[in-house]
Each structure stands twice: as C-alpha cells, then as structure tokens.
Nanobody, 119 residues
Framework: QVQLVESGGGLVQVGGSLRLSCAAS????????MGWLRQAPGKEREVVTA????????YYADSVKGRFTISRDNAKNTVYLQMNSLKPEDTAVYYC????????????WGQGTQVTVSS
C-alpha cells in the first residue's frame, strides 16, 4: 500500500516558478514509477512527467520540456516537480501518481494540488 500527499501548489504569475512535492508512505515506494499528471477544466488528464526508481529513465510531455524537472529522493520517499517559466496553460490540478504498468490506470493517486498561473 502506498499513500501519496502532494504539497506546494498555489498562485503564481506568468514566468514564475513553483516546486511541488509528493510524500509517499509505504515500503514499496521504490518499486513504482512515479509521475505527475494534471487536469485542467474541460480538458483530458495529461501525463506531465514520470521517473523510474533509479532516475535513469525520465519522460516529459512536449508541453513542459525545458521548463519542468522531475526528481525523486528514495531515501525520503519523496518526488519533486520543479516548474519554471510557468504559463497560463499550465493551470491545472496536479496529481502525483504511482504505477507499475502504465498511466492509463495508476495504482495510487494523491489528492491533487491546484496550480494557477495568472497573466
């Protein structure tokens, strides 16, 4: 069993930065691929970025490449999402998720944290 708790969302101006954190509980944390997904009103859920246990494999959606950075600290059971150069279209609820097989149906979800980018 893994429980995920996000923090760090908020309101930021265009071009600003935010850092999201996802604290995981559960002994199996290191066996999961961790990711950040987001969903804006009226839009489909999008996988923003994901990282394997070792950090050797990282995925970024084209829309965030060069602006967002995912990292994980397995010793602290925490995943981070550094978001720079934020745009209004980054406004969404951001969810931390854990999966072993894929993102169509992650094994575990966090409660979500709102990120709002104002222009």
């Amino acid at each position: 069993q893994v429980q995920l708790v996000e923090s760090g969302g908020g309101l930021v101006q265009v071009g600003g930065s935010l850092r999201l954190s996802c604290a995981a509980s559960g002994r199996a944390f290191s066996t999961y691929i961790m990711g950040w997904l987001r969903q804006a009103p009226g839009k489909e859920r999008e996988v923003v970025t994901a990282i394997t246990w070792s950090g050797a494999s990282i995925y970024y959606a084209d829309s965030v490449k060069g602006r967002f950075t995912i990292s994980r600290d397995n010793a602290k059971n925490t995943v981070y999402l550094q978001m720079n150069s934020l745009k209004p279209e980054d406004t969404a609820v951001y969810y931390c998720a854990a999966t072993r097989l894929g993102w169509s149906n992650p094994d575990y979800w966090g409660q979500g944290t709102q990120v709002t980018v104002s222009s």
